[in-house]
């Protein structure tokens, strides 16, 4: 039986048998995995009879890893990208500064967490007149402010206004017995 091109018989043996197994973003070109992973969230797959981790195999392929004792690392940042161009193998010393890089605030994958973060705080969740006392009683009971409002997706500003019954005034004031404001 002969295999043409953009078939496929299940064993990895290409490079491009590695990409088909991948989410690629077009913007960045990361190959992120989408197979198994080890504990750590190592990319695994059985590859050449034995299970083994995919980014140091495609690495591999490209003649580009060191020989020796190296660790492979992703040097975009994201820990499911095995794209070979994305890759690069460390001897000790240079392993180490990259651990501490990447507890730094240069690595892409980093900023988009920055990004995803902030995104997160600007959703706007329509409050309720429940969820509205719910949130002025849980100021009230002495949670952090930021925290509270950033749950219900609302500015902490906001929170405080509803907490003192200026907003959502009718149901808050009358669930916390609160005095109408002047
Ligand atoms: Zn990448």
Request: charged share 20%; net charge positive; with cysteine.
């Amino acid at each position: 039986m002969s295999v043409g091109a953009g078939q496929y018989l299940g064993g990895i043996r290409t490079l491009q048998c590695i990409e088909r197994r991948c989410r690629v973003d077009a913007e960045t070109g990361c190959w992120h995995w989408l197979g198994s992973t080890v504990a750590e969230g190592t990319p695994t797959a059985r590859i050449d009879g034995k299970c083994q981790s995919v980014r140091r195999w495609a690495l591999s392929r490209t003649r580009k890893l060191q020989t020796g004792r190296v660790f492979v690392v992703p040097k975009c940042g994201h820990q499911t990208c095995v794209a070979p161009d994305h890759a690069a193998s460390l001897r000790g010393g240079a392993y180490m500064r990259w651990l501490n890089e990447i507890g730094a605030t240069n690595t892409p994958a980093q900023k988009q967490r920055v990004k995803d973060a902030s995104r997160a705080r600007k959703v706007i969740v329509k409050l309720t007149p429940a969820k509205a006392v719910e949130l002025a009683q849980r100021i009230h009971a002495g949670e952090d402010r930021a925290t509270v409002a950033a749950s219900y997706g609302v500015s902490t500003v906001h929170a405080n206004k509803v907490a003192l019954g200026w907003h959502w005034g009718e149901y808050v004031r009358a669930a916390l017995g609160l005095a109408v404001p002047p």
